[in-house]
């Protein structure tokens, strides 16, 4: 919304910034006494003032509201990144070597299954030379197969849990940065 300041005080507002310069030309005068801001609140005009930088103060309340739908945005930005660092792909050194392996969501699951069947005659049988995993070799930028052993499976699942854990630690971590910050300005800082 765009709001209309007199002498630093809120007096009017408006979705539209030409309705607010064609109620400053029907005052007449003493134009150069009015500042026009977009501002996200929902504070009435005379709620808001400006101070000597000609910046917006807002109303303590609204500063609150404020700081509480960003702290909002900012959670969700942490969970969207949170996931996205879970299903990024991760290193794991199961087959003897570091290989990064994917760890969508699908990969996963898939493993997960796997893994509960490796002592069985189903694995044995199916895998013989071992169960077909493909990752990134050291810094190939092509994925290779790898044939990983019953144990192997076992500790590439351990791998991909702690690289879930180490994630979702670093998300709690920056959540706790979010609600302990005080100001928006506090909460913009948070990097991901």
């Known amino acids: 919304m765009f709001y209309l300041f007199k002498n630093k005080k809120g007096i009017a507002i408006s979705a539209s910034e030409d309705s607010l310069k064609n109620y400053i030309v029907g005052m007449g005068n003493g134009v150069d006494e ?3 801001k977009n501002i996200s609140s929902s504070a009435t005009p005379t709620d808001l003032s400006l101070n000597e930088n000609g910046d917006v103060v807002f109303p303590k309340d609204d500063e609150e509201l404020i700081l509480a739908f960003q702290k909002k945005l900012k959670l969700k930005e942490i969970n969207e990144w949170t996931a996205s660092k879970i299903t990024g792909g991760f290193v794991s050194e199961a087959s003897g070597e570091k290989v990064t392996y994917d760890s969508d969501l699908e990969t996963q699951i898939t493993m997960q ?5 490796v002592n069985s005659e189903q694995f044995a049988e199916k895998y013989s030379i071992g169960c077909p995993v493909r990752g990134y070799k050291g810094e190939e930028k092509e994925k290779t197969i ?3 052993s019953a144990s192997q499976v076992l500790q590439w699942l351990a791998d991909l849990s702690i690289h879930i854990g180490d994630c979702k630690q ?3 971590k920056k959540q706790s940065e979010v609600e302990a910050c005080k100001t928006v300005f506090e909460l913009n800082n948070i990097e991901l």
């Open 113 to 117: 299954g796997i893994a509960l069947n």
């Open 34 to 36: 009015y500042v026009i």
């Open 170 to 172: 670093e998300g709690w």
């Open 146 to 148: 790898q044939y990983l």
